[in-house]
C-alpha cells in the first residue's frame, strides 16, 4: 500500500506545531491522524475512496478533523475497544467501529494490521501497513529528540515494552505522528530506549543522594535549561518514579520518593 504524509498544523499541543496525518492506499485508502483540515489533504481525501478512519491515539494533536472527513467521506470511524468515551470526547464523534491489538483492517489495496503501543497514551496503536510493511508509529517515536511520557497518562514501562515491540518486528521504516520518517527505525528505537534508561539513572541517582520530592528530583534528574517545558520534565519524572516504585526500585507515594 502507498503511504502518503500530510503536514497539518495542531497548534500548542504538537510539538514544532504540527502532526502528521497519512493516507494508506488509494482506491480504498485509510486515513490517519486528522489533525487538521488543510487544502492540500482535502484534495488528496477528494481523489481517493476513503473507507476508513483512524487515529493513534486521542490526544488533540491527532483528532480535530476526525468529525469533519468523517462526514465528508462516509468512511468507517474506528476507536480503541475501551477507550470509546474517551474516542468520543476527543473527537465529537461517536466512532462506527472497535478494534484492538492484532485487528487487521481489510482493504482492496491491502491489510492494516493494529499494535498495541501504551505508554504515550493509555489507547495508543500503531499501524503496520502490509506484512513486514511501514508501521505508522503515532508518538511512540520520533526521528530527532523524544517522545513525552508523562504521568498520569504516560506509563513508562508500557512505553518501553512498546519501543521494544517495534525494534523486534524490525519493520523498514517508521512513519510518526511529529516530524520526518525514520528510515533507520532499529537504531532510532535503541538510541529512545537508552535514552529513557539514562533518565531512569538520573532519577535514582537523585533519591539516593537525599532528592525527596518531584521539583527535588527534576532539578538533579535534568542538567539542562528547562523553560518552557519544565512541566512535561516534572510528568516525565513522575512517569520514571511509578516504574521504579513498581520495581521495587525505590519508594514513592505520589509525593515523597524514598530509596529502598
Given at each position: 500500500?502507498?503511504?502518503?504524509?500530510?503536514t497539518l498544523p495542531a497548534g500548542s499541543y504538537a510539538p514544532g506545531g504540527t502532526t502528521n496525518a497519512y493516507l494508506l492506499g488509494t482506491d480504498a485508502a485509510v486515513l490517519v491522524d486528522p489533525a487538521a483540515r488543510t487544502d492540500e489533504l482535502d484534495r488528496a481525501v477528494a481523489d481517493r475512496s476513503v473507507e476508513h478512519i483512524l487515529v493513534t491515539h486521542t490526544h488533540p494533536d491527532h483528532v480535530g478533523a476526525v468529525r469533519a472527513y468523517a462526514t465528508q467521506?462516509?468512511?468507517?470511524?474506528?476507536?480503541?475497544y475501551g477507550h470509546t468515551s474517551r474516542f468520543?470526547?476527543?473527537t465529537g464523534h461517536d466512532?462506527?467501529?472497535?478494534?484492538?491489538?492484532?485487528?487487521?483492517i481489510e482493504t482492496a489495496d491491502g491489510s492494516v494490521r493494529i499494535l498495541?503501543?501504551?505508554g504515550h497514551a493509555p489507547d495508543h496503536i500503531a499501524l503496520e501497513v502490509g506484512p513486514h510493511g511501514p508501521i505508522c508509529c503515532g508518538d511512540v517515536a520520533v526521528r530527532e529528540g523524544s517522545v513525552v511520557v508523562g504521568a498520569p497518562e504516560g506509563d513508562m514501562r508500557a512505553y518501553l515494552t512498546s519501543l521494544r515491540r517495534l525494534y523486534a518486528i524490525d519493520p523498514p521504516v517508521l512513519y510518526p505522528g511529529h516530524g520526518p520518517a525514520i528510515e533507520t527505525p532499529r537504531e532510532t528505537l535503541e538510541?529512545?530506549?537508552d535514552h529513557r534508561y539514562r533518565r531512569e539513572r538520573r532519577v535514582l541517582e537523585?533519591?539516593?543522594?537525599?532528592?525527596?520530592?518531584?521539583t527535588e528530583i527534576l532539578d538533579d534528574a535534568y542538567d539542562k535549561d528547562l523553560t518552557g517545558v519544565r512541566e512535561l520534565a516534572a510528568a516525565t519524572?513522575?512517569?520514571h518514579l511509578e516504574k521504579l516504585a513498581v520495581e521495587g526500585r525505590l519508594e514513592w507515594d505520589g509525593k515523597r520518593a524514598n530509596p529502598v
Open positions: 500500500m502507498d503511504v502518503s504524509r500530510f467521506t462516509d468512511a468507517t470511524v474506528w476507536a480503541r468520543r470526547e476527543a466512532p462506527d467501529r472497535t478494534l484492538s491489538p492484532g485487528t487487521t498495541g503501543t501504551a538510541r529512545l530506549i537523585a533519591v539516593d543522594t537525599g532528592a525527596r520530592t518531584r519524572v513522575v512517569a
